[in-house]
């Protein structure tokens, strides 16, 4: 078995989804779909798009405040900081036909999918509940070969749920690289 850990060392910790583009080019993978799940600002989407140029991307975040026991942010943004990151995505992506903007929630976002995703990336909410949710949504959403993957796989400040959601999911089957803490799994 590969040691994508170790594949993936090099890259720097900022650098979330990168560690999941390694994995699919060593796979062999094309992605024609990728779905992302809490795009905030779009750092992660550029990477897809970088590495991915064909690939339609499919950016999901309601940007709508939080209780503050959902932030994970030192602090929560009010209603209106969460419009102006959401008028950013829409200009910044603004153009390319392959990238599409969806202003919901997980759940919502996951009932409207019925296309075969090839990498869903799920960097939304981070309490046990919401994460558990989210993979159960999107899990038969993803394509035999495929990825479903994540970030914050650790017990740092208000992801805790991560691991415990994904380790319920997937047991030890299922790639961590720590450095980036990100997990994945491919959809045998």
């Known amino acids: 078995m590969t040691d994508y850990a170790r594949l993936t ?19 062999g993978m094309e992605p024609r779909h990728i779905v992302e799940v809490g795009v905030y600002k779009s750092q992660g989407a550029v990477s897809w798009r970088r590495e991915f140029p064909d690939a339609h991307l499919w950016l999901v975040d309601p940007w ?4 503050p026991k959902f932030s994970i942010y030192r602090e929560n943004p009010e209603q209106a900081d969460w419009d102006a990151l959401h008028l950013f995505n829409q200009k910044f992506w603004w ?9 919901c929630t997980s759940g919502e976002a996951a009932e409207l999918m019925r296309l075969p995703l090839d990498i869903v990336y799920l960097d939304g909410l981070h309490d046990y509940e919401n994460v558990r949710d989210d993979i159960r949504r999107w899990l038969p959403l993803v394509t035999r070969g495929g990825i479903i993957s994540g970030h ?6 208000g992801h805790g749920g991560v691991i ?13 690289c720590e450095r980036q803490k990100v997990w994945a799994k491919i959809i045998p």
């Open 9 to 27: 060392d090099h890259i720097s910790r900022r650098h979330n989804v990168l560690p999941i583009c390694v994995i699919a080019k060593h796979l």
């Open 64 to 67: 709508q405040a939080r209780e």
């Open 95 to 103: 153009g390319d036909e392959r990238a599409h903007i969806m202003r």
């Open 152 to 157: 914050d796989y650790s017990h740092g400040r």
């Open 164 to 176: 415990q959601a994904v380790d319920e999911a997937f047991g030890d089957d299922k790639i961590v």
